[in-house]
């Protein structure tokens, strides 16, 4: 595993954002999910996430999730990922989001 700098971690802006709509995302390869995230100050961002297996649609909206929302945007299929949402992957490739364990201002970086 390479070690990294202060500096290069500085470079990854995570933040905190709110799920508003999650939708499934039929047009995708993976099984995934459509949604859209508030970052405060930072803006709503759209994104795909392979997260069926572990979340329904509704029970997404309103959660607080953390993400990286430095990445350049990415074509998939019929939308533009603005952002990538963290999680710890299982053993069967399940994903299990990050979050913060309280309510915490939109938009907030990690780190």
Same mark, same amino acid.
């Given at each position: 595993?390479?070690? %990294?700098?202060?500096?290069d971690f500085m470079k ?31 803006? %709503? ?14 029970? %997404? ?10 990445f350049p945007p990415k ?10 949402? %963290? ?13 913060p364990d309280s309510a ?8």
């Amino acid at each position: 595993m390479e070690e %990294l700098t202060w500096d290069d971690f500085m470079k990854v802006e995570m933040r905190v954002g709110t799920i508003l709509s999650a939708e499934t995302f039929k047009e995708a390869r993976n099984p995934a999910y459509k949604l859209t995230i508030d970052f405060g100050e930072h803006g %709503l961002k759209k994104t795909s996430a392979q997260i069926t297996k572990l979340y329904k649609p509704n029970d %997404l909206i309103g959660r607080q999730v953390i993400a990286v929302v430095n990445f350049p945007p990415k074509q998939i299929a019929n939308i533009m990922s603005e952002c990538l949402i %963290l999680g710890g992957l299982g053993e069967n490739k399940e994903v299990t989001l990050i979050q913060p364990d309280s309510a915490i201002k939109n938009g907030t970086r990690i780190g």
